[in-house]
């Protein structure tokens, strides 16, 4: 079992930014890719970004075209944290963006535990 909890979300004005944090706790932390996704009211959960062990020294990151350019995912294995840094913030941001473990990929259903959730809103 993996237990995750987000940190970090709030309110934003347009072009600020926001880091995340999700702390892992439970199995290895550095075996899971971690990801994060978001989800607007009305709309389906939609992939943020990921980062998995690449099998050498260094983790890979892949970043969700909507964001691409914008945000940045890392971790940090030490603390069992993996974060989303949030810069250029726009109105449509606005969502609760969940952090996951599992597998890897751009599909929920790739994820096997999944965090509560922190709510961003992005508003003048």
């Known amino acids: 079992q993996v237990q995750l909890a987000e940190s970090g979300g709030g309110l934003v004005q347009p072009g600020g930014s926001l880091r995340l944090s999700c702390a892992a706790s439970g199995r290895t932390f550095s075996s899971y890719a971690m990801g994060w996704f978001r989800q607007a009211p009305g709309k389906e959960r939609e992939f943020v970004a990921s980062t998995m062990w690449n099998g050498g020294r260094t983790f890979t990151a892949d970043i969700g075209d909507s964001v691409k350019g914008r945000f940045t995912i890392f971790r940090d294995n030490a603390k069992n944290t993996v974060y989303l840094q949030m810069n250029s913030l726009k109105p449509e941001d606005t969502a609760v963006y969940y952090c996951?473990?599992?597998?890897?990929?751009?599909?929920?259903?790739?994820?096997?535990?999944w965090g509560q959730g922190t709510q961003v809103t992005v508003s003048s």
């Open positions: 996951a473990a599992g597998e890897g990929g751009s599909s929920p259903a790739q994820y096997d535990y």
